[in-house]
């Protein structure tokens, strides 16, 4: 479907979506789910309260806005100039994303497939799991929950990583590495692949939980997909 303006508003039942094409779409639902079938290609807005959930193939726009309160958030292709998902208890989902995303839930999950872009993810108990596959400036923040960073093993960034834990991987290695322990919480730094340069980074932080950082390589990601 094809249209200029593209609004959706419902109290219960299950909205589905399917291959819209529109300058703007702006869905909202207070009780039911939405439903996304092949691409929503637009600048798009989707908000739903209670348990409503979302879970869409695929999203393309200029800026791309989704928010739940306790339902789950799931989008297998995200590309837009600018996104913002966030969820006040539900998990975040996301398979392949693109652009500058900020990712905000308090106590849901985060989860990020394949990050190629500027990424901002935090939340306040929920863990993160996140594999950047070209990622410029990733921030993860957990106050509670761990957070796993997965980069290629050719990937180049400066690494700041600080949690109650560091875990590192054995195959990777990091340059001019920095320890720095301070009351039962340590703070880890280095280059990745790569000296000097800080244009490209990568900062992992969390009050009371582990850091983890491992090697995967792309196709390993694309075999681990949420389906």
């Given at each position: 479907?094809?249209c ?7 109290e ?9 094409k ?5 869905v ?6 939405i ?7 637009g ?9 409503s ?11 791309i806005?989704?928010?739940?309160e ?16 966030s ?5 975040i989902?996301?398979?392949s994303v ?9 106590t849901?999950?985060i ?9 901002k ?19 993860l923040?957990s106050q ?8 290629p ?36 730094t280095?280059h ?34 949420v389906p």
């Amino acid at each position: 479907m094809e249209c200029e303006n593209c609004r959706i508003e419902t109290e219960k039942g299950t909205s589905i979506l399917n291959s819209i094409k529109s300058h703007t779409i702006h869905v909202q639902t207070n009780g039911g789910k939405i439903i996304g079938l092949g691409s929503l290609h637009g600048n798009t807005d989707i908000h739903v309260t209670g348990e409503s959930s979302v879970n869409i193939e695929k999203l393309q726009g200029t800026s791309i806005s989704i928010s739940t309160e306790d339902g789950l958030l799931k989008t297998k292709y995200l590309y837009a100039e600018s996104s913002f998902l966030s969820s006040a208890a539900g998990d975040i989902l996301l398979g392949s994303v693109h652009g500058d995303i900020t990712i905000e839930t308090k106590t849901g999950n985060i989860t990020v497939d394949s990050a190629d872009g500027c990424l901002k993810a935090s939340t306040h108990q929920g863990m993160i799991d996140v594999y950047v596959s070209q990622g410029k400036n990733i921030d993860l923040k957990s106050q509670k929950g761990s957070i796993t960073v997965k980069v290629p093993a050719s990937f180049k960034a400066y690494l700041q990583l600080s949690g109650s834990k560091v875990d590192v991987s054995p195959e990777i290695e990091l340059k001019e590495i920095q320890s720095a322990p301070k009351d039962g919480h340590i703070t880890i730094t280095g280059h990745m692949n790569q000296l000097n340069d800080t244009d490209q980074w990568i900062k992992a932080t969390t009050q009371n939980g582990t850091i983890h950082l491992k090697s995967q390589s792309w196709f390993q990601s694309i075999k681990l997909q949420v389906p």
